[in-house]
């Protein structure tokens, strides 16, 4: 290949990257509206889950419908950071009013950051001002802090995901750590759901995942039956 044709590959890639980059946060954009609509017709002061995509994809309502569980509200947004979240806090935290809240947000800050930043200090930092505002504009609800799932890097979709170099088990330990010794802080419960979906290295299993990071349903199934009785 030669120079030329090489940086033309290298310049309709870049611009590859960059419309679907934009494409995804119109998509965030959107989803934060329907649910600040939403908000203005549910029933307040049920249970809410909220956070990334691993909470977006979690079928909680359905769940809880279909077993007779108090009303469940699902307010998680694929890609968000706990700064996108601290962001929209209103509509996809505080709007519900929930009387039970289940929060995992922050692995999509396990992730390179740029020189001079770190993202555990970021997480941390980012993750006490979550339990601040929890604290002063929820009172009365009941918080649940869910510990990080794992990952697998060695399933053939993850080994190319860059995010994966840092954002491993080790790292997710390490963090998780951070998030019970904030919820004992504050007054909130810990939970820790993830024996179910780990394989005997501490690995998110092979067969609950296309890409190392996100759940097939039967993951989901695993996670809820863990959950039950908090609900």
């Known amino acids: 290949m030669t120079e030329e044709r090489e940086q033309i590959v290298r310049e309709v890639r870049e611009e590859f990257m960059k419309s679907m980059a934009e494409r995804f946060e119109r998509e965030k954009e959107r989803k934060l ?20 995509s691993l909470m977006e994809q979690f079928p909680i309502t359905e769940y809880c419908q279909n077993e007779g569980l108090p009303v469940a509200y699902n307010r998680g947004i694929g890609g968000y950071t706990t700064d996108e979240f601290l ?12 009387s039970k809240l289940f929060i995992n947000i922050g692995t999509n800050d396990i992730r390179p950051m740029p020189e001079g930043e770190d993202w555990f200090e970021h997480l941390s930092m980012n993750c006490r001002r979550i339990c601040v505002i929890i604290r002063e504009k929820l009172k009365d609800t009941e918080v649940y802090m869910m510990a990080y799932y794992p990952v697998n890097g060695n399933v053939p979709a993850a080994r190319d995901n860059f995010a994966l170099r840092v954002r491993t088990n080790e790292n997710i330990a390490r963090a998780n750590s951070m998030v019970r010794e904030l919820a004992g802080e504050f007054g ?5 759901v993830n024996d179910g979906l780990k394989d005997e290295q501490g690995n998110l299993k092979a067969e609950y995942t296309q890409d190392g990071i996100h759940f097939d349903p039967v993951a989901y ?8 009785k908090y609900l």
């Open 221 to 228: 199934r695993t996670v809820f039956e863990r959950l039950k």
């Open 33 to 52: 509206m329907n649910y600040r609509q939403q908000n203005a017709y549910i029933q307040k002061g049920k249970t809410l889950f909220t956070g990334s």
């Open 188 to 192: 909130f419960h810990y939970i820790d």
């Open 87 to 98: 962001a929209a806090a209103d509509t996809v935290l505080l709007d519900p009013r929930p």
